[in-house]
């Protein structure tokens, strides 16, 4: 290893020395390997990994002391090491260490240095991997068990595919006073003694994969507890996918009696607060939105023909935001009948209100040229305004959402399962991204700006309280470019 002259490569079965694949073994190697001489203390090898490492080039490196590229490192730090390897052999000794690059950042690496007798020289091959990406999800690792085992919620993982519990943590393992491996081998349906049967939990299961990426949420009297605390427990019951499989995080709480009393008292300040806000926009907002129209539209009949273009546009302003203003408290107010509707619930058609929402959509379908297919609808226990509304938001976004030059088709059609109607309503229009399924269900949350499509972003707002008011849920899939498949979800007994 004295050579340190560049060997060509040649091919196998060519007459080339044993040396020379090594050193192409050795500069093929991704971790950082260096050659250390005991007599002379200098690198007699090295790789071009070890090289970008300590960035200086190989032939800079070549008899150069190794620790004068160490931080804090000395020759007799480095003379004491080379004799712990001499005396480990021909055993290797591995530890890890923290690198700074030459560009400020810093490398965790696992290093391992091995003694080589080569006739009477000691020699210490340095080996140097790079485990910085290890370390990081170790840390993330131990972070996020830390967290699930700190947590005060009990807090269980369930392979819905095996119906097994596969991980608790220790609130869990209190809470049922079991240590965690025999608390493992409860089936699911047994843990808890609330009566619900195997079949009664996969079919909430299910219901909450179905739901992904929102948790499902289920309140009912705290049962299986050790403690004498009269209380409901809520339950949430969260789908993930890990490796193709399916699996529940099911985390519970217990709810006593003084917490629910607060939640109701500031939950009954909340509606009570909207039901103000709605009055509020109903007569005081209103009336100066009457009168900014009113007043440019008669700037425009009266002045019009004085005017520039310019103050014509100005004028078109005015009046196009005083009318989407309308828009905004006209659709709050519909979000807040919503809310505290008290309407009850009738067996009706969806045939029927589906074509009382196309009816009102009937100028839009013909400006855009939307081809409208449906299938059968079942009949529901519902309130029809309410699910005309749904049918009108969902169908009138996608008919807007569509992108330029592409004539819309919508598609509405149904299935069921064992407990709910699916009713779906699936588009070819522009798509959502995955990050943004949640925030499009929330008020005022608009994707995009106002010049491009109009609205209010308060649509499936709408629309997820209404299917919720029936005992429902709704769910959307959907990819950038791939169109959107909402899905309605509507209980087959009455809610």
Same mark, same amino acid.
């Given at each position: 290893m004295d050579n340190h002259t560049e060997i060509a490569e040649s091919p196998p079965g060519s007459s080339a020395a044993p040396l020379d694949w090594a050193r192409a073994a050795l500069e093929q190697s991704g971790d950082g390997i260096e050659v250390v001489d005991r007599r002379s203390l200098?690198?007699?090898?090295?790789?071009?990994?070890?090289?970008?490492?300590?960035?200086?080039?190989?032939?800079?490196?070549?008899?150069?002391?190794?620790?004068?590229?160490?931080? %804090?490192? /000395?020759?007799?730090?480095? *003379?004491?090491?080379? @004799?712990?390897? #001499?005396?480990?052999? !021909?055993r290797s000794l591995s530890s890890?260490?923290?690198?700074?690059?030459?560009?400020?950042?810093?490398?965790?690496?696992?290093?391992?240095?091995?003694?080589?007798?080569?006739?009477d020289r000691w020699l210490m091959v340095v080996a140097t991997r790079d485990i910085t990406d290890q370390k990081k999800e170790q840390f993330r690792s131990t972070l996020l068990s830390q967290a699930f085992d700190s947590s005060h919620d009990c807090m269980l993982i369930v392979d819905r595919g095996r119906m097994q519990h596969i991980d608790c943590n220790e609130a869990a393992c209190r809470h049922h006073g079991m240590t965690r491996h025999d608390l493992l081998q409860v089936p699911p349906w047994m843990?808890?003694?609330? %009566?619900? /049967?195997?079949?009664?939990? *996969?079919?909430?299961? @299910?219901?909450? #994969?179905?739901?992904? !990426?929102?948790?499902?949420?289920?309140?009912a009297p705290a049962a299986g507890s050790r403690t004498d605390t009269q209380a409901l427990t809520e339950e949430h019951q969260q789908a993930i996918r890990v490796d193709g499989r399916w699996m529940l995080v099911v985390t519970t709480r217990e709810v006593r009696d003084?917490?629910?009393?607060?939640?109701?008292?500031?939950?009954?300040?909340?509606?009570?607060?909207?039901?103000?806000f709605a009055y509020v926009t109903s007569h005081d907002l209103f009336?100066?939105?009457?009168?900014?129209?009113?007043?440019?539209?008669?700037?425009?009949?009266?002045?019009?023909?004085?005017?520039?273009?310019?103050?014509?546009?100005?004028?078109?302003?005015i009046a196009g935001g005083a009318e989407r203003m309308k828009r905004l408290i006209d659709d709050l107010l519909l979000y807040s009948r919503t809310e505290r509707s008290s309407v009850p619930l009738k067996q009706l058609r969806l045939d029927g209100v589906l074509d009382d929402?196309?009816?009102?959509?009937?100028?839009?379908?013909?400006?855009s040229g939307a081809v409208i297919e449906r299938g059968p609808l079942p009949e529901v226990m519902g309130e029809p305004t309410g699910l005309m509304q749904v049918f009108q938001n969902l169908i009138g976004n996608a008919i807007k959402f569509t992108a330029p030059g592409v004539r819309p088709r919508v598609r509405i059609s149904a299935s069921e399962d064992?407990?709910?109607?699916?009713?779906?309503?699936?588009?070819?229009?522009?798509?959502?991204a995955p990050e943004h399924f949640e925030r499009i269900f929330v008020i005022f949350q608009r994707l995009h700006a106002q010049d491009l499509y109009e609205g209010?972003?308060?649509?499936?707002?709408?629309?997820?309280?209404?299917?919720?008011?029936h005992g429902g849920h709704i769910r959307v899939d959907s990819a950038p470019g791939s169109g959107t498949s909402f899905s309605v979800y509507l209980p087959k007994a009455a809610a």
């Open positions: 200098r690198l007699v090898d090295l790789n071009a990994a070890a090289a970008k490492r300590i960035g200086h080039s190989r032939d800079a490196l070549l008899g150069t002391p190794p620790w004068s590229h160490m931080e %804090g490192g /000395t020759q007799a730090s480095y *003379e004491a090491l080379f @004799d712990e390897v #001499i005396k480990a052999f !021909p890890e260490q923290r690198y700074r690059l030459p560009d400020g950042s810093f490398m965790e690496a696992e290093v391992t240095q091995t003694a080589l007798r080569v006739g843990l808890w003694s609330d %009566g619900r /049967t195997r079949e009664e939990l *996969e079919r909430e299961y @299910d219901d909450a #994969i179905a739901l992904w !990426p929102l948790p499902r949420r289920r309140m003084d917490t629910i009393r607060q939640e109701v008292a500031a939950l009954t300040r909340a509606n009570d607060e909207l039901k103000q009336e100066p939105l009457r009168m900014m129209s009113s007043y440019s539209e008669l700037l425009r009949r009266r002045y019009g023909d004085r005017l520039d273009s310019d103050a014509r546009d100005f004028i078109d302003y929402a196309l009816a009102n959509l009937a100028n839009a379908i013909e400006r064992e407990a709910n109607w699916i009713v779906t309503v699936r588009d070819n229009g522009i798509g959502i209010t972003g308060m649509g499936l707002a709408i629309c997820k309280k209404i299917v919720e008011r």
